[in-house]
């Protein structure tokens, strides 16, 4: 005799051995109505229209649009409310959420009692917020279009999605624009935000508190700042994309432990990338150009892994002040820049003279701007000569022993090929 798992013998019991389509008719109440007599696992298709109430999905069941119904909850509280297990929510236009940051108003909210979630291509406009995975676990948020209100200065917007104690939360292939940040995260771990799309924000990613997670793929242009990942471990930040955004590409504050990899960043008002007090990361193939600064460590960030990053025509490419050497190579192979004027004469890949991107007039620069109308004159040019001559003359800072002679472009670059 063949011994069943468990879990799967009680799932034939409870489960229906197969779901009831239910055609809702457009009108105020019909959704509810629908609900109230369907069984777990039933699908509810929707009819072309708008429908004027809000609804909450409290049990497993799916709601779909099919790309022709919107649910106007006329400004009052959240659109879609999920407090109910193995839900799917699809193909619908949702709109008229409520404006109290208090109840997080929202296009869809899953509450912390709604396990497995899924939602799948929707259009969420004008909501506070877009959607508001609120402790879910396990939850799904997929293909979504959503565009925030604009109607507000951007501090006092909602956020595109909303993460909050939300593990094993998988957040892919979403465009976001307006509203406050694409995606914020706050305690919260074991998540995923792949291939998302995010535009005029103020950042694209903001992570608090959210160890053993994944950032990757993602694209953002004309925002802020694009990803900020802040008193966080072991994080993968990885293959995307920086375009145009106004301060930083990606930023760390207290971040440890994390890699850095594959990234794209271009034209960055201020800083490719910013490192505050940020410690025993790996950045490695990553490419930075265009900025303000290529990469700026400050508040005492050590013992991070620099190599095979390309620095591409930064106004200033390495911001660091420190009396010691930081060696910016491993295992023989250092960084791309794109003003070391170097030459290779075995013509293996690597300079033949470890290079310094500060000198001891950058150190000054940095403590005393008003410094740079002597830039022109005969004695700074005399002690850039001399530390050139002479590199032990210098007060220490980067060097990298292994200098690539060519940059490597990242994969991540395939994906914008203009300037958005």
């Known amino acids: 005799m063949k ?26 109440g019909a959704i509810a109505q629908t609900l109230a007599q369907a069984a777990d696992g039933d699908i509810l298709r929707l009819s ?169 793929g993602n694209i953002s242009i ?36 994390s890699v850095i990899t594959g990234n794209y960043v271009r034209g960055a008002k201020e800083k490719c990338t910013f490192l505050y007090n940020a410690n025993k990361n790996t950045f490695a193939d990553n490419w930075f150009e265009g900025c303000g600064i290529g990469i700026h460590f400050t508040a005492g960030s050590q013992d991070n892994k620099i190599h095979g990053n390309a620095f591409i025509a930064n106004r200033t490419q390495v911001k660091l002040v420190s009396t010691k050497w930081h060696e910016w190579s491993e295992d023989g192979r250092g960084n791309f820049w794109s003003d070391n004027a170097a030459y290779d004469v075995n013509g293996d890949g690597i300079g033949d003279a470890p290079y310094r991107p500060n000198d001891s007039m950058d150190h000054i620069l940095w403590q005393q701007p008003s410094a740079k109308l002597l830039l022109g004159s005969p004695a700074v040019q005399l002690v850039r000569w001399s530390q050139s001559a002479f590199p032990a003359l210098l007060p220490g800072g980067v060097i990298d022993s292994f200098p690539l002679m060519a940059p490597v472009k990242p994969e991540a670059a395939r994906k914008v090929d203009h300037d958005g």
């Not at 074991?190 to 608090?208: E, G, P, Q, T």
């Open 3 to 28: 011994l069943w798992p468990l879990s799967l013998a009680l799932s034939l019991v409870t489960l229906p051995l197969w779901a009831a389509e239910w055609d809702v008719p457009l009108r105020d």
């Open 48 to 216: 072309a229209g708008t429908y004027h109430e809000a609804v909450v999905l409290d049990r497993p069941v799916t709601l779909d649009g099919r790309g022709h119904a919107t649910l106007d909850a006329q400004g009052q509280g959240s659109v879609v409310t999920v407090t109910g297990d193995g839900v799917t929510v699809k193909g619908l236009t949702l709109v008229g959420s409520g404006d109290s940051h208090d109840t997080i108003d929202s296009g869809i909210q899953l509450k912390k009692t709604a396990y497995a979630p899924q939602i799948l291509d929707n259009v969420l406009i004008g909501n506070l917020y877009g959607i508001d995975i609120h402790g879910a676990k396990d939850a799904l948020v997929s293909g979504n279009r959503i565009e925030g209100r604009q109607d507000r200065l951007m501090n006092r917007r909602g956020n595109g999605i909303y993460v909050w104690n939300a593990p094993g939360a998988i957040v892919e292939n979403n465009k976001v624009r307006w509203g406050r940040d694409g995606i914020f995260v706050n305690s919260s771990k074991k998540n995923v935000f792949r291939n998302n799309l995010f535009r005029d924000l103020r950042f694209a990613v903001h992570y608090m508190y959210a160890d053993r997670s994944e950032v990757s």
């Open 222 to 257: 004309n925002n802020d700042l694009g990803y900020a990942v802040m008193f966080t471990s072991n994080v993968e930040v990885k293959d995307n994309v920086s375009i145009n955004d106004r301060e930083h590409g990606v930023m760390l504050n207290y971040a440890n432990r």
